[in-house]
């Protein structure tokens, strides 16, 4: 079957991308070109330039540690599909906005000069949790990090804050003008982090470098916050093959996901910006009220179906829910934990939102796994649970539901082979774990990891007990017995 491309596709006569290809212009970068950013930051920037009629938003997409978008995408012309599984399902579409891939393992210096460009005026970023290289401890950049080490040593870099800094320096050698950064990574105040990160790494240099540098940023770059949302599940050969036969064509860098998409943005742009609210985003002064209740209530519901649902052997989020006591504890830990401890953005009703939390995770057809979603944990529970942990036991109240999530990533990592667990501090937990897997022995084994749980939480008596309860549950009763002391306990 022929390869998706600019030439194959206008020869099927069948679907068409919708955008003028030859008027599209670069104007973004984008940092991680992995499933999510094609599925949603792509598909905004696609929609607004088609409802504006302002092209000059091309996407220059980065991959960041491994180049396989770029082998999919380079023989298709950056063209790609995107297709959406559930009820009120869009038709297939096939994606047009992004002009370039560059694999910024291979060539980090062109990614280096694409931030630099003049034509750039906005850099995306979705590169995960991981892809900050946080210092847990100190909450800036872990510059004791080898590959930040060898970024600030002034080699090509690797890291996405060593290319977002070093492209930021090469602009302002160039006078290329202002630059907006924009993460889409679930964190809280992903914008303020991520100008925090990037002054770290300038502050880290030379002094003779880092002090016009800095003085530049202040002056010329802005990193709003921003709160993204849509489950993009891993594609699978399954979903190539059906794309194959509606296309007629072959795309290896087809994206799935939900037709549910949702991004709210801070008004606070450095230089020009593209009209996302064209195409449905909600610019808004409120984002990180947005962002606690979605990183609070839906990915932390979402890890605690992945790391449950592994433990009963469920090999998705969808089959996951489908369990009576599973879907109650989501509900529990929503109601009961996390919505005394935020704010809701006004425009947020409780119960509609969570209602349909559980609804889209319900979808049967998108095929989000439970191992993909329970991937990076010891990266997302503080995040996503742990605040939450921590607000409640400042209240005086008992984080009984948080505790049970917790306890069940903690399972997971304690009963997943050690070369099976996918996670960057995989190999960091393994040590820490005794021989045996029961509750006494492994909850304070992990407690004891510092970069996830601080010494607060880690010597609070409740919490403890609650772990070493839930966790016991979950090791010894089955799923039965652990359903049975969720709805009944
Ligand atoms: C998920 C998220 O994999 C995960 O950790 O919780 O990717 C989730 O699907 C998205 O944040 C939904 O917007």
Redesign the pocket.
Same mark, same amino acid.
Request: aromatic content about 4%; glycine content about 4%; charged content about 30%.
């Given at each position: 079957m022929e390869r998706l491309s600019n030439t194959t596709l206008a020869a099927t006569g069948g679907v068409a991308a919708p955008l003028p290809r030859e008027s599209i212009q670069p104007g973004i970068v984008h940092l991680g070109l992995g499933a999510?950013a094609r599925a949603?930051t792509a598909v905004f920037t696609e929609n607004a330039m088609l409802a504006s009629g302002d092209f000059g938003w091309g996407i220059v997409g980065v991959t960041q540690r491994s180049d396989a978008v770029v082998r999919q995408l380079v023989p298709q012309d950056g063209l790609y599909t995107v297709t959406e599984r559930g009820g009120n399902s869009a038709p297939l579409h096939v994606m047009s906005s992004i002009v370039e891939a560059v694999s910024g393992r291979d060539n980090p210096e062109t990614v280096v000069q694409r931030i630099a460009a003049r034509t750039t005026s906005v850099v995306t970023l979705t590169i995960t949790e991981k892809g900050y290289r946080i210092d847990p401890r100190t909450g800036s950049l872990n510059v004791a990090d080898e590959q930040v080490q060898a970024d600030l040593a002034g080699n090509p870099p690797l890291t996405a804050l060593g290319q977002i800094t070093r492209g930021i320096q090469q602009r302002a050698r160039q006078d290329s003008g202002p630059l907006t950064v924009v993460s889409c990574d679930?964190l809280p105040g992903n914008g303020e982090l991520t100008g925090k990160l990037v002054r770290a790494f300038a502050s880290a240099l030379p002094h003779e470098e880092a002090s016009p540098l800095l003085a530049w940023i202040d002056a010329n770059v802005t990193f709003p916050n921003t709160m993204?949302?849509?489950?993009?599940p891993a594609t699978t050969s399954g979903d190539l093959a059906d794309v194959e036969r509606q296309l007629g064509l072959r795309d290896e860098g087809a994206v799935v996901a939900e037709p549910f998409m949702?991004w709210v943005i801070e008004d606070n742009f450095a230089g020009r910006r593209p009209r996302w609210e064209d195409s449905g985003a909600l610019f808004s002064t409120d984002v990180a009220a947005w962002e606690a209740a !979605?990183l609070r209530l839906?990915?932390a519901s979402?890890?605690m179906l992945?790391y449950l649902g592994l433990a009963a052997g469920k090999a998705t989020i969808a089959d996951a829910v489908a369990d009576v006591s599973f879907r109650t504890a989501c509900e529990r830990l929503m109601f009961d934990d996390v919505l005394p401890t935020i704010d809701l953005p006004s425009e947020l009703d409780a119960e509609t939102y969570c209602k349909q939390v559980l609804e889209r995770f319900s979808n049967p057809a998108l095929g989000?796994t439970t191992a993909?979603?329970?991937?990076?944990g010891s990266q !997302?529970i503080g995040l996503?649970l742990l605040s939450t942990v921590r607000d409640n036991l400042d209240a005086g109240r008992e984080p009984r539901w948080a505790a049970l999530a917790v306890a069940a990533w903690m399972h997971h990592v304690a009963t997943t082979p050690p070369d099976a667990l996918d996670d960057p501090m995989a190999s960091e937990l393994q040590v820490l774990l005794p021989a045996g897997h029961d509750a006494s022995a492994v909850v304070p084994a992990l407690l004891a990891r510092r970069s996830v749980f601080d010494e607060g939480l880690a010597s609070n008596a409740g919490f403890v007990q609650l772990l070493m309860h839930w966790y016991a549950v979950i090791d010894h009763n089955g799923p039965h017995g652990l359903g049975n002391e969720i709805l009944h306990g």
């Open positions: 999510f949603h679930n993204v949302d849509r489950m993009v949702q !979605k839906l990915n979402h890890s992945a989000h993909k979603v329970g991937s990076d !997302k996503r």
